[in-house]
Every structure is written in structure tokens, then in C-alpha cells.
């Protein structure tokens, strides 16, 4: 161990001291630095995290045990078979997130075998589908961060993937909002962090008056503002799943309800995946595994990382809130502390015309805590107070997600310096759906270059289509279109959801499409039926009985989510006898 790490253990120390955190151990393991021992409550732990973090390791590992909890194990599929037993692909990626998805999407243009393996009944069920679709303009993250550098890019590359992959895309921009004129004397650094980290548009500082005139409903309280013209909003789902359908179109497959159980490794080098469906082999494993890449890298033997919980809560305002918000606005506190980890939350619109208020940040011990607490909704309506016209009635729902944090607050993006056929993808949370597109090119790039290394022959793909044509919404169209539409397919015309004006066609479209959604979850996903403020307590009926006529299956084999998640299960005696009668 070098001179400087054994200083800086000893800085940590020194820390965990001064902030009576005792019974917390402290080494070197490896490159990363390693906690151990114990704390007395969770909020201490996650203090330890911190303060070990920013010392020059390479990652920290956080084994700190609290009295009293014990991490909750991941969720498990229900399904177990041999599908995948025996069979070989070029590169697996493990998890259908939204990075993972591009990933796959960007390897298909390579003439490559390509695998996504995904634990849940759908793509994007976890952070992927429980973001707040914004498209940051690359302003919050730090200068010199694998965040600022993706996020950028990413961000850029958005206007032309929407229109290859057909999902809507629109650019608002984005308000920080003054608290006091003070706040006024920060615009260098503002203006500075812009330049620095190279944001695009034509940003600028607001006076209050300006401000007012591009939102006439924003709280009198502001002093002023300034404005990101680049931030966007996408479906987050849609996206991951346009990204998905356009890999599967040029080859690559999609197995879901597939979990990894465990690695086979020889020589410093992965050779078997070990799922619920059998063992595979494989020539390169990318680790796209969310909150739980961590556990997939302890898998291989390179733990060099911990990933902790964070969990965040946002609100849907009704569609019909629309014409009363038209940027995505905030108002945080620029004083900042050393333990704020959160952007503070705000207004954030979304692409089918909802509002969004969030989202909140709790650090949890269970990575898959999706609960939403009352303490947690009081907070999201104090953001009311920035728009004089919302108010809580107008909230048709909320949800929670948890995003996938590193200790040291960045993404980490490498191929393993111990696993020669193993890629880190990790901790990538917020900005992490804007930076997903530049972050794929990458380990796009890291994947050829393990390939090629181990004796394949990779060459790009003459045939790759980088089109991908999404399902009609009906409610969108112009008469004339939607008129057209009908004449040709009926289905189009039998709306079932009322509220989203959903139409058997799009539900039928969204169960055939080249990932199919398979729940009723995934319908709402993919076309919005259930989605609208009474939440299918008119169009459920219907969507399960469309489902189960088009996959050929009894109502009763639909779940809500996969799993165990069935909505009937079984006839009552009037319509049993009823049909017995038939």
C-alpha cells in the first residue's frame, strides 16, 4: 500500500472518530476502501459512506452492519425452465433498464449475438420506469464527472434517436428559480459551470419580471432566474422500450423473468451465466444490474464498489393541468451542505401533457422499497407553492422509485481490471436516463474492443435498420389520419380506455409488438390505458378481457405485474352457471 493511501485511511478515520462512528472498521481493499463493523442506526451508516468517500480510492466498499436491520434479499421471478440451458451469445447484458436497452441497441449494429436478461415481467420496472423523464441539460453535475461528461452528450444525442425510434421528445427547458436576490451574485459561477461542462442553448439569467412572462402562474416569491433552453422530457418507459424493440428488429433477443443466480469463471474469465433458465455461456457479460450491480460484481470476484439505496417519490398531477406550467422549474437551495445528495426537486412536465412534483430522496436499506410514506407526499406538496394555479386535488397519483447510488456520486463505467470479459455499467442514476444513448456508444466501443481481444471477429453490421416505428396513438391524430387509420383496422376505433382515449388496436399492438408486453402494467407502459385519473376503474374490465382474447388465455391468467400479481382468480357462480347454461 502506497504512502497516501495509508495516509488517507487514516483521515477517515480520524473522521468516523469526530463524528463518533467508533464501532466503524477501516482498510484497504485493493484499489477501494472497505467499512466494516457496525452502526446503531441506518442514517449512520450511510453517514460512514460519505466520509469515506473522496479520497482517492477507487471505490468504496460499504459492509457496515445496523442493529436491528437486515438488507432485504432481491425479488425473485416464479419462473424456472431450461430455456436458456446450453446456449451461447457474444455479449449478455444483464438488466433491461434503460442503459442496458441501449446498450444492446448500439451492439446490434455489430454483427454480434446480443442477450438481455431481465429479472422482472417487463423492461423498465424499476428506476428506468420510475424517473421523471427529464432530459437534464448537463448544468447540475459536477465539472470533470463521468456525469457531466455523459449527460452532455447524451442529452445532444436525443433530438435524432426520437426520431430513428419514434418516442416524443419535447424541449421546455428548464428554470432555476431565485429564492432571494442575492442568489443573483452566483450567475458567474452559474455561467461558468455552463461553459465548463460545455451545457447547449442559449442559457441565461431571468429577472423576476422576465420570469413572469414566460410562467405567469410562478409563485410571487421568486427574485429572479435562470434558464437551460436544452432540458427535455421523454417517456422513460417508452424509451427503454423503443431502445429494446429496434435491438431485438437487428438481432439481439430479450428474456425476461430471468434472473442471474451466479457466474462460472476460469482464468480470470466469466464462462458461464447461471440463471433461473438455465446456464449459458457467454464471450462477454456486461453488468447493467441497477442496484444490484454490485452483487453481480461480487458474482465475478471484482467487488470493488458498493451501490446503496436512495429512494425518491413523485406525484402525477392530471393531464389536465397542461396549459398551467410551461417549463420545468425548481427553487433550490443554492446554499447546499456536504451530505446533500438530492437536486432538491421541483415541477417537472411530462411529455403526455401530466405535471410532476419531485421527486423526494430517503436513503433505504431495501433496494426495492417502491412504498410511498405520508411524510414523504407532505413533501412533494410543499412544491405546489411554485405554481399560484396547482393545488392538491389535481394529483391523480404517486409512485416511488429507487435509484442505483455509488458512494462517491458517480457513474462507473469501465471493463473490469480482474474479469477480462466483464463491463461495470454502474451506479447510473439521475442524470442517468439523459446520459444513456452517449454511455451505450461507449461500452459499445469497451465490448469490441474484449471481443476482439478474445479472438472474435467483429465487424459492423451492413443491415442495420436504425428505424423503429412505435404504435399509433389514436388520440393524437388528426381526424383525417385517425379516420384513415380506422377505415383500414376496426380495432383502432373501439376506444377502451376512456380517460387516455385508448383503442383495442393500440392494446392489441402493445401484446405483438417485438418486445410484448405480456401484464397490464405493460400495456399501460406501452399505450397509456390505465394511466388517466381513474386508474382503469373503467377500462380494466375491458384491457384484461382484450389481453386474454389476444394471447389466447383465460382472464384469470393476466396479472397486474407479473409474478403472483393475478386481478381474478376464478368465476363467480352467476357466471359460471351463466356460461354452463350456454
Not at 242 to 251: D, F, I, P
Not at 300 to 324: E, Q
Not at 325 to 348: A, D, E, F
Request: net charge positive; proline share 4%.
Amino acid at each position: 500500500m502506497s504512502q497516501r493511501a495509508e495516509r488517507e485511511l487514516k483521515r477517515v478515520r480520524r473522521k468516523l472518530k469526530k463524528k463518533n462512528l467508533k464501532a466503524v472498521n477501516v482498510e484497504a481493499a485493493g484499489k477501494s476502501i472497505r467499512l466494516s463493523g457496525s452502526a446503531g442506526n441506518w442514517d449512520e451508516r450511510v453517514r460512514a459512506g460519505y466520509i469515506a468517500a473522496g479520497h482517492g480510492f477507487k471505490g468504496v466498499i460499504n459492509d457496515i452492519t445496523v442493529d436491528g436491520i437486515t438488507e432485504p434479499e432481491m425479488s425473485l421471478p416464479l419462473v424456472s425452465d431450461e430455456m436458456l440451458d446450453g446456449r451461447e451469445f457474444d455479449a449478455v447484458i444483464v438488466g433491461g433498464g434503460v442503459v442496458g436497452c441501449a446498450i444492446a441497441r448500439e451492439l446490434s449494429k455489430m454483427n454480434i449475438s446480443i442477450v438481455i436478461l431481465e429479472k422482472e415481467a417487463d423492461l423498465a420496472m424499476q428506476a428506468s420506469g420510475r424517473n421523471d423523464g427529464m432530459i437534464h441539460p448537463g448544468f447540475a453535475a459536477s465539472p470533470g464527472t463521468k456525469k457531466a461528461h455523459y449527460n452532455i452528450r447524451g442529452n445532444r444525442m436525443y433530438t435524432e434517436l426520437s426520431k430513428q425510434l419514434d418516442f416524443e421528445l419535447k424541449r421546455p427547458g428548464s428554470i432555476i428559480l431565485f429564492k432571494t436576490a442575492w442568489y443573483k451574485l452566483l450567475l458567474p459561477i452559474f455561467k461558468a459551470r455552463c461553459r465548463k461542462n460545455g451545457v447547449e442553448g442559449s442559457w441565461r439569467s431571468l429577472s423576476a419580471k422576465e420570469v413572469r412572462r414566460v410562467e405567469p402562474n410562478v409563485s410571487p416569491s421568486q427574485k429572479g432566474g435562470f434558464i437551460l433552453p436544452s432540458a427535455g422530457i421523454v417517456s422513460p418507459y417508452r424509451v427503454t422500450i423503443a431502445l429494446a424493440e429496434n435491438a431485438v428488429e437487428n438481432g439481439a433477443e430479450v428474456f425476461l423473468n430471468t434472473v442471474v443466480r451466479d457466474l462460472e469463471s476460469a482464468d480470470g474469465k466469466i464462462t458461464g451465466v447461471v440463471t433461473n433458465r438455465g446456464t449459458l455461456r457467454c464471450g462477454l457479460v456486461i453488468n447493467a444490474a441497477g442496484v444490484w450491480a454490485d452483487k453481480l460484481a461480487e458474482m465475478a470476484g471484482d467487488r470493488f464498489f458498493s451501490i446503496h439505496g436512495r429512494k425518491g417519490t413523485d406525484a402525477i398531477l392530471d393531464r389536465s393541468c397542461a396549459p398551467l406550467q410551461r417549463h420545468i422549474v425548481g427553487m433550490p437551495s443554492l446554499l447546499g451542505t456536504k451530505n446533500s445528495h438530492s437536486k432538491g426537486g421541483g415541477i417537472v412536465l411530462c411529455v403526455e401533457g401530466n405535471i410532476l412534483l419531485g421527486p423526494t430522496a430517503e436513503e433505504v436499506p431495501d433496494r426495492e422499497d417502491y412504498s410511498t410514506e405520508p411524510e414523504s407526499f407532505n413533501n412533494l406538496l410543499k412544491q405546489l407553492y411554485l405554481n399560484t394555479r396547482l393545488n392538491s386535488s389535481m394529483i391523480i397519483n404517486y409512485y416511488s422509485g429507487v435509484r442505483a447510488a455509488s458512494w462517491d456520486e458517480d457513474f462507473i463505467i469501465e471493463p473490469s481490471e480482474k474479469v477480462s470479459n466483464l463491463i461495470h455499467v454502474a451506479a447510473i442514476q439521475s442524470p442517468g436516463l439523459a446520459s444513456a444513448p452517449a454511455i451505450a456508444e461507449d461500452v459499445a466501443q469497451m465490448a469490441v474492443r474484449a471481443l476482439t481481444s478474445a479472438g472474435v471477429r467483429v465487424l459492423p453490421r451492413a443491415d442495420f435498420n436504425p428505424i423503429r416505428r412505435g404504435i399509433p396513438a389514436v388520440k393524437d391524430l388528426t381526424a383525417e389520419a385517425r379516420t384513415a387509420l380506422i377505415k383500414e383496422d376496426p380495432a383502432y376505433g373501439e376506444i377502451l380506455c376512456r380517460c387516455e382515449e385508448v383503442s383495442r388496436g393500440e392494446i392489441r399492438d402493445a401484446l405483438l409488438s417485438k418486445v410484448p408486453a405480456t401484464t397490464i402494467d405493460g400495456v399501460k407502459r406501452r399505450v397509456r390505458a390505465g394511466a388517466g385519473r381513474c386508474h382503469g376503474g373503467f377500462c380494466l374490465p375491458r384491457v384484461i378481457q382484450a389481453m386474454a382474447s389476444e394471447l389466447g388465455v383465460q382472464v384469470t391468467d393476466i396479472t397486474k405485474k407479473g409474478g403472483d400479481s393475478a386481478i381474478l382468480i376464478g368465476e363467480t357462480k352467476e357466471e359460471a352457471a351463466r356460461e354452463a347454461a350456454v
